[in-house]
């Protein structure tokens, strides 16, 4: 059945050692390149690192007869977990990485980058099934050369992760149509299944096998066993994430859904636009001009073309995804990312067309090489320092089991630095926006709703929970009266302003320092009830805090 895929016949050796290798390099530059010092940019990344921390932290304690009231223990201390609200495969592997190398922004970024690696390798081995080793080299170190992989390769976030299981998912796909073995095709779901709890968007990838699957086979699919025995695989195994969504993850589908707050409309040319017009600032105007230069040249030459069972797949990777990523309302450029591997995939195959055989090979490394190099010295990283320093400044001055008071927009950048810091012990974070708003993940979105506390009583509520310490970003959402309050009330004798740390960055922000506060005003006695609602999973939580005298 090799005739299927144009399977590689050449097996493993030195030279494929070699190429792997110098991409383990390349990652590490990417690596070294990346923000590590708990200076996260992207709101969710120091969330994902925070969700990893709680899974090595529940490894630990093993919270056994009592894991639901640790749980909501843990949020209350560290209020920036969000394993209800993101499926859980990187943040255990993360937890993983945490056991290895301790809790740190870098461990995090280590678990990215690590993945990283293997969607490398997995675009190697993909590619060399229909090229040398040279360009799949060339293929893997332009596909993780990309502006938009090295972007999102170098954060926090889920897209690199679950790239890779879905690049090895296709790797054992054709692996199957070449053998017919069932065992190949259990792992290609087993792999999309890894991916889709990693981030449930490569979820689009599933017609392309089918279409594909039935362009092999036509009316023989449904006399393969190991089709259906692969159907009830996946089935089975998408089971506890559609639980999963149904239970806690409702916001995830409003937002793909669609609400009043949708930008680009699925009727109109704007939103059939939109993921077209990401596509140049993803992968770059050479490789879509390459890409597309492929794409024509297959319906002119016969001899440019891959196996008829790889042109289908691929064209109907693209097709796929194209369409459900225009369909899902949240659009974000980083959403499409996963069409990135096929475009760098055909513009490496346009090169190796057009030019020489005995010189295309080089070619193709010059221009993998030159566009790699190119993103690592023109792509800025983003970052945004200052949450560590905040951390570290108040973690020097409380005392254990102290209770802190945040107020700010990068929340989850100081709530995990505080988790990280070894000095940091045992400190619990409490929001100013959990006691005195109610707001599911972007106000903008779905709006804000201000509870009305009066300064008297958030000063009790200070008084009540014993906080000692407030870090305040005075411009955070200064347009709502209970923010406005919380500042007035910090401009009492009551409190007194320590320091302000600087707060910087590469990319245009609106934090620009961060205020720490003491409250020098008496505390009650005991630990007293926080309740705080989670609106994005419809929960909850309530447990004590402060601390005993």
Not at 174 to 189: P, T
Not at 295 to 321: D, H, N, Q
Not at 328 to 357: D, Q, T
Request: charged share 15%; with cysteine.
């Amino acid at each position: 059945m090799r005739e299927y895929s144009g399977g590689s016949r050449d097996g493993w050796n030195w030279q494929d050692a070699i190429l792997l290798f110098m991409l383990v390099i390349a990652v590490c530059l990417l690596f070294e390149t990346s923000p590590r010092a708990g200076d996260f940019w992207w709101s969710d990344a120091p969330r994902h690192a925070m969700d990893g921390a709680f899974y090595h932290d529940m490894a630990r304690t093993l919270p056994v007869t009592h894991a639901r009231q640790w749980a909501e223990g843990y949020y209350l201390q560290y209020p920036a977990v969000t394993v209800l609200f993101y499926p859980p495969l990187f943040a255990l592997v993360e937890a993983l990485f945490f056991s290895l190398f301790g809790v740190s922004h870098a461990v995090a970024q280590l678990t990215v980058s690590a993945f990283c690696l293997g969607a490398a390798w997995g675009a190697y081995w993909l590619s060399r099934r229909w090229v040398g080793r040279i360009p799949a080299f060339a293929t893997a170190l332009l596909f993780v050369g990309t502006p938009a992989m090295a972007f999102w390769g170098r954060q926090v976030m889920l897209e690199i992760p679950a790239f890779a299981f879905l690049v090895w998912s296709c790797y054992f796909f054709f692996r199957y149509l070449d053998s017919g073995k069932g065992r190949d095709l259990y792992l290609v779901v087993v792999f999309t299944l890894a991916g889709l709890y990693t981030k449930q968007s490569i979820i689009f990838i599933v017609p392309a096998y089918l279409v594909t699957l039935c362009y092999v086979y036509r009316k023989r699919i449904f006399r393969r066993p190991e089709v259906w025995w692969s159907a009830a695989l996946f089935t089975v195994g998408i089971v506890p994430l559609l639980v999963f969504t149904w239970l806690w993850g409702r916001m995830n589908v409003h937002q793909s859904v669609g609400g009043d707050w949708v930008e680009y409309s699925r009727r109109s040319f704007a939103g059939w636009t939109y993921v077209g017009r990401q596509l140049p600032y993803q992968v770059g105007w050479p490789v879509l001009a390459l890409a597309v230069v492929y794409c024509a040249g297959v319906i002119l030459r016969k001899e440019w073309r891959l196996p008829a069972p790889a042109l289908v797949f691929f064209a109907a990777w693209l097709l796929s995804g194209y369409i459900f990523f225009t369909l899902i309302a949240l659009k974000e450029p980083r959403h499409s990312i996963f069409l990135v591997f096929s475009l760098a995939f055909l513009s490496i195959l346009a090169i190796l067309r057009v030019l020489p055989a005995g010189f295309g090979p080089y070619a193709v490394a010059a221009f993998a090489l030159g566009v790699f190099t190119h993103t690592l010295a023109t792509e800025q990283v983003p970052y945004v320092s200052g949450y560590r320093a905040a951390a570290q400044y108040v973690c020097s001055l409380a005392p254990p089991d102290s209770v802190v008071l945040f107020s700010g927009l990068r929340d989850g950048s100081f709530i995990f630095n505080v988790r990280s810091i070894p000095e940091c012990k045992n400190i619990t974070v409490i929001r100013s926006d959990k006691l005195l708003l109610r707001v599911a993940v972007d106000r903008y979105k779905f709006g804000v709703k201000e509870l009305g506390v009066s300064e008297a009583q958030f000063n009790d509520m200070l008084g009540q929970f014993g906080v000692r310490y407030i870090v305040l970003e005075p411009n955070f959402w200064n347009d709502l009266q209970s923010l406005q309050m919380l500042v007035r009330v910090l401009h009492n004798d009551q409190f007194k302003l320590l320091t302000t740390i600087p707060v910087a960055s590469n990319q245009s922000h609106s934090d620009s320092r961060l205020e720490i506060y003491e409250n020098v005003g008496d505390f009650t006695k005991g630990k007293n009830l926080l309740r705080v609602e989670l609106p994005v999973s419809g929960l909850t939580v309530e447990g004590k805090v402060g601390r005993d005298k």
